[in-house]
């Protein structure tokens, strides 16, 4: 039994059966759709370029029993209580993603996770509309970037001093002047405290005016239906290092999980495609056993951003590490690297740099020992650092 029909529950099927596994699955997913693909929804659909991202995977060969509109209310050993009804299940497979987060106040307010969510908001992304997007994180600005095309007003409103802080720290900033030669009113240091008929009410008495207001500022993992479950829940559903949680035969994919790094010693929760796309493959092989028995998932997280014509991709985790920025980040193509303390690479941001963060990545893997001088000179390869 798989519960959550998105690119995480999706691929848990296709890995089960790519172990070898013969028996019954089926796919429980509350959106009434086939599992579809999350970037593009902001980014080419929010673009008017595409309609459709459904995940390329042929449900019929799986021969998966593929529910839709169906959603897990409750898990006690052995039954998953849904609003259809009772299913009992040997194994199990969380993958219920995550949830974006609301502010208070009773305007309208749109938020972008799913294809209705993005087609909703597309259709009012029009010539002259006055867009406040809270949030210059991710999805801020993607959606900003949508916008700003469509040919809106668009102000954008960050707690923060820059955007991404919360992300990426101080580099963060470097995206600023982004923003300012698109077009874009961005407020950094601003906090919302309500959304409002007609735009929002900042927690200084100030007001921005809106024709459409766009929420982004993080999700929750979705995790409510396991309250009581015996599931130990801490900012998603915590597992080992093999994604099994605390009940026996129940393992946790994709965004909702929260499972122990080897190697960066503490528990991860990471909110992107990258993650959704490999863990279950550690997962079937966690629940079948056999030849895959052991596997352990320890990734160095990755994920990408497109906004303002910049491809964005950052990998590794670079929390308590020294920042080494490679290269002039007024720019058009620039890095920033994060040192460990023993000389190693902890992360990269690669901005219109691939291969920056291709070799990035590989030097974070290996875990070389590295020239910082050398690193901080962006004619030398990072490779050869
Ligand atoms: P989800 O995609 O959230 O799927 C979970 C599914 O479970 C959902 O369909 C949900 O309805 C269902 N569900 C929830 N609760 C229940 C329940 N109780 N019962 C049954 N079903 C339930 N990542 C990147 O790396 N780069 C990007 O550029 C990028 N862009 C993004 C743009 C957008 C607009 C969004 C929303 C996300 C983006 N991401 C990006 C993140 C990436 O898409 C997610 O990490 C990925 O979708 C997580 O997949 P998942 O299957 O774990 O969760």
Known sequence: MVVGAGLAGVRSVEALRAHGFGG?????????????????LSKAVLLGEIDSTVVDSDLGALAVDHR???AAKGLRAGVLETTEGELAYDALVIA????PIRLR????QHVLRTIDDALGLRALLRQGRRVAVVGAGWIGAEVATAARRAGCEVTVVEAAECPLAAALGPVGAHTAPWYERAGIDLRTGAMVASVDLGGLTLVDGSTVEADVVVTGVGVRPSVDWLAGSGIEL?????TDEHLRTALPGVVA???????WSRRYGRRLRVEHWDTALNSPEVAAATLLGGPGEGAVYDPVPYFWSEQFGHMVQYAGHHAGARLVMRGDPVGTRWSACWVTDGGTLAAVLAVNLPRDLMQGRRLIEGGQHLDVDRLADPAVALRDC
Do not use: F, K, N, Q
């Open 24 to 40: 019954a699955i089926t796919l429980i997913g509350e959106e009434p759709h086939r599992p579809y693909d999350r970037p593009p």
């Open 234 to 238: 801490d900012d998603g559903v915590v």
């Open 68 to 70: 839709p509109g169906v």
């Open 96 to 99: 219920t993603g995550a949830s």
């Open 105 to 108: 106040g009773e305007g309208p």
């Open 253 to 259: 994919v994709g965004d909702c999980a929260a499972w």
